[in-house]
């Protein structure tokens, strides 16, 4: 017996962000207002996605979720645990397994399919903040596709290093259309967002908006014609898998300050080597 | 000869109170357009009218359009009338601070214009900045420098490259030499003079300042209380001015 509707929120509550869902997915990119409700953890945990996840999940589901590529952190877990509890919803770690995947800063590396669900937390919606501090003016910029000052933001970027640095929250074009923010994912992922078969939905609670990219849309990385996007990746192999196409974080390994790249996305790397395959790194 | 510029009937109340009322003129390609009056009058009130920055409650601003000719600015949709607000208009305001990004270098601020009209290559914007930041006399050097590191002289060249960068064809000034020093003041008035002449520019003048206009003004329109009281050619209305109100102005009892 559960204390909770399943899945913690209300029907009703679910109905208003199921509405802003299909709201968002029939206007690719468009960032949807919605009446975030409280959760029971702190913003910074990602209650925008956890309200998406809570909307979409069904008793048939599995679900699995990633804090910058990993299972096992502390937010990942927890969030796991709060649907394991309020929803009863089977979990895993596979990607290839979950029908709804909730994600931190990461989009997983195995392709993902039709039929999926991939839920992000976003702290920041509005790709214009930056430079346009004042929502009533962001909200006009999109609703007359004033994009300009999005360029403004790469051009500072090049005139100080010499290059596009932005890395992370990598400003896109959905559809040719609107402009949007893909939260905090490194920009190597901003491929992946485009043509995706899987549904993308992007909840921002503290901000209360929602938006999505449904299945196989056209999502273009802006950029100059004289710097393209580059969505550079370290140039190593995992240390544990040998993977060669994998986004990589640089860990330390021993108190003298040595360092080895692995697979961000732990279920990726775990996989690859359960398949055989092993990197110079690996015990 | 069509006017750039038509404007009739412009009203504009802030409740019961009067903005500017029934103001109408026109201004012909190449002319520029000084309005004085003393504080509160109802100059900016009419430049913002003008500008569509405020909209007036009775009244046209039927502008030349380059694709369709004569349009009333004040019905046309905001879309259009923005897109004018960055290619064929200018707008250069009293405080650099509320015309510049201060958090972007002077590069940023001069292409952004550029790029809000589809300029995609870094090498040339970056190089028409230059060029532009050489034309209003501030170092290229300085191209990545934040204004905030200008001094009020340069801060407000930089706010007329940015304006500039586009090629508009008819530019609203707000006090744009108001709080400077006399002398960079005057650096300020030579650079405008010049501009404008170099590239035939239609301008509209808000100002305290008789020197401005008599420098820069074609015509005159002198404002008291909301209503133009007098216009006319800069000199004659300078030299020989038929209303009390100008007459008080002009002989300086008046410090406004
Ligand atoms: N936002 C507003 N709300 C109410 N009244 C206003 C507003 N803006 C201006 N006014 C009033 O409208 C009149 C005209 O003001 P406006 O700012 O146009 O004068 P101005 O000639 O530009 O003055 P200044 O030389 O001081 O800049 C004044 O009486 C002013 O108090
Ligand atoms: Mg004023
Ligand atoms: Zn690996």
Redesign the interface.
Known sequence: MTDYNFAYLDEQTKRMIRRAILKGLAIPGYQVPFASREMPMPYGWGTGGIQVSAAVLTPEDRFKVIDQGADDTTNAVSIRTFFERTAGVKTTTATAEATVIQTRHRIPEAPLTEGQILVYQVPIPEPLRF?EPRESETRKMHS?E?Y??M??KL??D???HGHIATSYAYPVKVEGRYVMDPSPIPKFDNPKLGDMAAIQLFGAGREQRIYALPPYTQVVSLD????PFDPSRADHPCGLCGAEDSYLDEVIVDDAGGRMFVCSDTDYCSARQAAGHTGKDAA | MTPLLSVQGITKRYGAHIGCADVSFDLYPGEVMGIVGESGSGKSTLLSCLAGHLTPDAGQVVFDTRADGPRDTVTMAEPERRMLGRTDWAFVHQHARDGLRMGVSAGGNVGERLMAVGARHYGDIRNKATDWLDRVEIDAARVDDRPTTFSGGMQQRLQIARNLVTGPRLVFMDEPTGGLDVSVQARLLDLLRGLVRDMGLSAIIVTHDLAVVRLLADRLMVMKSGHVVEAGLTDQVLDDPQHAYSQLLVSSVLQV
């Open positions: 430079l007359l004033e300009g000052l360029h403004v051009y500072e090049i005139s100080r100059f014609e004289d710097h």
